[in-house]
């Protein structure tokens, strides 16, 4: 099943990239909560949602472009959480940093992650608590690393406004910091290039469920600022309360 869901999303990241190369075109519009979205964001949504009713025609799916209502699923005991486009931001700016996610969840957990960034060609999966990372045709087991000092790895396009972030990095004490965009910084702390990724800023649960299946996999926690795991259990709102992903 994993090998399907990274060959899913090699697919959706080659329709993406024919966007982002030109050979598409863009068609970027706003939603109605101001995020942008692009024909490169429809594209990847459709072949996911096509592959994953074909995979598994009996396990709804949840995608950032076209999510349920809550009566729809408040029952879901099992379910795919979809972004087919995280970091829609940073594919308009053209850094690379965007990615396609595809987890699975029972029962409030992510029990299996992909995070495939196509313009880096990198895949990070997971399952049955293991996780990889394939680059150049080379897939190996990753799991984290402790560094001193740490590096903490937050996000692209929100820090430089997030006070509670500043507050709480001039807390932990000696420390590195790198920003990159979409679920590429659970990543990171899932292959040991980075050891903490504090959030503060609003969140979705189809921006996190991929990478935080793939950080817990490799060793990571990831937790509320209450200590609780992130939950996925299906809820009205699709927002996250802050978290952070450690390797302590």
């Known amino acids: ?49 096509q592959g994953l009713t074909a995979l598994t025609p009996d396990v709804p799916v949840l995608s950032e472009e076209d999510p349920q209502g809550w ?38 957990k992510a029990v299996m992650g ?28 990753i799991q984290v690393r402790d560094a001193r000092p740490p590096l903490v790895v937050v ?8 006070s509670e972030l500043k507050e709480y990095l001039q807390q932990i004490g000696e420390h590195q910091t ?7 910084k659970f990543c990171l702390v899932a292959d040991g290039q980075a050891q903490l990724y504090p959030r503060f800023g609003p969140t979705n649960i189809w921006d996190t469920a991929a990478g935080h299946a793939v950080a817990v996999a490799a060793g990571a926690h990831v937790h509320d600022w209450q200590g609780k795991p992130l939950d996925y259990t299906p809820r009205e709102s699709f927002l996250n309360p802050g978290f952070r992903v450690s390797i302590y």
């Open 114 to 141: 992909v995070v495939y960034a196509p313009v880096l060609n990198i895949m990070y999966s997971a399952a049955e608590g293991k996780a990889w990372k394939e680059e150049s045709g080379t897939r190996h087991q």
């Open 1 to 49: 099943m994993l090998e399907s869901i990274c060959q899913l999303a090699r697919e959706a990241g080659a329709a993406i990239m024919q966007v982002y190369d030109g050979e598409m075109p863009l068609a970027a519009t706003q939603k109605s909560d101001d995020s942008p979205v692009t024909a490169a964001d429809l594209a990847a949504h459709g072949i996911i949602m």
């Open 178 to 184: 790198t920003a990159i965009g979409s679920s590429l």
């Open 71 to 108: 009566e729809l699923r408040q029952k879901w005991s099992r379910y795919w959480l979809v972004d087919p486009l995280d970091g829609t931001k940073e594919f308009l700016k053209r850094n690379g940093e965007f990615t396609v996610n595809i987890a699975l969840i029972e029962k409030g």
């Open 155 to 162: 996000s692209r396009s929100h820090s430089d406004t997030d």
